[in-house]
């Protein structure tokens, strides 16, 4: 197997995916595919699933190979260690991992200057032998579901929202309607809510003559968006009978979809 990230905007995309999926979960669990490489998991509480695509394409280079060829390579590692790896990169340097068929025990992973960087003075190139995990997870089937209210918003805008409403509570109600759309918080603190209008969202839609109420634990929330660097907007699903689904658009047919369940909600997949 191996695989180059070499696009600076893509490196920065990729190293902000687990900023935040290290703190969903301790372990990740890759599946890497022909088309694509998957990736999906739970948090301990089973309150947060969440599941990653990024297609081949979106890669400078994408090589799988396998001892069995014909079926996914599936590796398990820890998320603080490969993030702590991907993390010391630096802009010139391309991101090469690969996994050698003769060794199923460790992940490479290469910091190394790209060509054009030739002739500068640069970082020094760092080479990682990174231990992998058994791996042990069964990736769940998620339905496709039609969502009562679809909500676009800036990235930036809601990151600090967010930031803000937690110094009032640890719950976040969204109130939504035809005409506007709350964020409200309740704690020792007081109460904090935040009206968003229909002009100043990306995208909006609910069913007509909809009215919803829905409680989450805005600490998970925050730990989904403590970052505007996957992409411009977010987008948010609201359902009663559904957990809600939170969305990043990452480009060539790739995406990050968080889900978590409302407070005081038996709603599981």
């Known amino acids: 197997m191996k695989i180059i990230l070499s696009d600076k905007s893509k490196k920065d995309i990729f190293i902000a995916i687990f900023q935040l999926l290290k703190h969903a979960s301790s372990q990740i669990n890759v599946s890497f595919q022909s088309d694509r490489c998957h990736i999906q998991g739970m948090d301990k509480s089973h309150v947060c699933l969440f599941d990653l695509s990024l297609?081949?394409?979106?890669?400078?280079?994408?090589?799988?190979?396998?001892?069995?060829?014909?079926?996914?390579?599936?590796?398990?590692?820890?998320?603080?260690?490969?993030?702590?790896?991907?993390?010391?990169?630096?802009?010139?340097?391309?991101?090469?991992?690969?996994?050698?068929?003769?060794?199923?025990?460790?992940?490479?992973?290469?910091?190394?200057?790209?060509?054009?960087?030739?002739?500068?003075?640069?970082?020094?190139?760092?080479?990682?032998?990174m231990p992998l995990l058994e791996y042990e997870y069964e990736e769940m089937s998620i339905p496709t579901t039609e969502y009562d209210a679809e909500i676009v918003l800036p990235s930036k805008k809601v990151t600090d929202m967010l930031s803000q409403l937690s110094n009032f509570g640890n719950d976040i109600t969204i109130i939504c309607g035809e005409e506007c759309l709350d964020f409200k918080t309740t704690g020792t603190s007081g109460e904090m809510r935040v009206n968003v209008s229909v002009d100043d969202m990306t995208g909006y839609s609910i069913v007509e003559g909809d009215q919803i109420s829905l409680t989450y634990s805005l600490n998970y929330i925050i730990k989904m968006c403590i970052t505007n660097k996957l992409s411009t907007d977010i987008e948010l699903n609201l359902s009663a009978e559904m957990p809600m689904k939170i969305k990043y658009d990452l480009g060539d047919k790739s995406c990050l979809v968080f889900y978590i369940a409302p407070k005081m909600s038996d709603s599981t997949f």
């Open 55 to 129: 297609s081949s394409s979106w890669f400078n280079f994408y090589e799988i190979s396998n001892k069995n060829s014909s079926s996914n390579l599936n590796l398990c590692f820890d998320s603080s260690i490969f993030y702590s790896i991907i993390g010391t990169k630096s802009d010139e340097q391309d991101l090469i991992i690969t996994k050698s068929v003769d060794d199923d025990e460790n992940l490479n992973i290469e910091l190394v200057n790209s060509n054009d960087s030739s002739g500068k003075k640069s970082e020094f190139n760092k080479f990682f032998l």
